[in-house]
């Protein structure tokens, strides 16, 4: 959330340096600000990415190629740490105001936000076992029905000192 509110007052100035090379660095910065020494590292390289970049699967920003932040697309963060209570994953989709997002762009993170909701309100009874690939078709309903996908997973595992790719 530090970064966002960083990334928010940043982005308010015009002649900003932020890039999506320098906005990965930021957020790694601000987690080695963690109280107590929790924080151990990265649970895997940062994904900052705007606009077109934001669709590439694992995407890496290089200072020789990535692009400048602003207010205008849609901007993705998926970083995590190594903490020693848990391992992170955190993705977040935001726009951060300018130009409005496209008619697509708000059906498409409807669809993904009722994904997110099934998910979360899924019950079933004790005695059978689900696994990830089971609540993936939830996940995935609302997109389906639109004719719609993303190309990634849908969970990770939870633990310590993970790899967080692993399934779920």
Not at 133 to 160: E, F, N, Q
Request: hydrophobic letters at 35%; charged letters at 25%.
């Amino acid at each position: 959330m530090r970064y966002f509110a960083f990334l928010e007052k940043e982005l308010r100035n015009p002649d900003h340096t932020l890039d999506e090379f320098s906005g990965a660095r930021k957020v790694e910065s601000l987690r080695t600000e963690c109280p107590n020494n929790l924080y151990l590292g990265p649970s895997f390289d940062t994904i900052s990415s705007i606009g077109p970049n934001g669709a590439v699967i694992h995407y890496k920003p290089s200072k020789e190629t990535c692009l400048r932040l602003n207010n205008d697309e849609i901007y993705l963060l998926d970083s995590g740490g190594q903490y020693k209570l848990g391992t992170t994953d955190i993705t977040r989709t935001v726009h951060l105001g300018g130009k409005a997002p496209t008619a697509f762009q708000k059906e498409a993170y409807t669809r993904v936000l009722m994904g997110v909701i099934e998910l979360e309100r899924i019950v079933w009874p004790s005695d059978i076992s689900i696994s990830g690939a089971d609540m993936d078709i939830l996940a995935r309903k609302a997109l389906w029905s639109a004719g719609l996908d993303y190309k990634h997973g849908t969970g990770h595992g939870v633990g310590t000192l993970l790899n967080v790719h692993e399934g779920p």
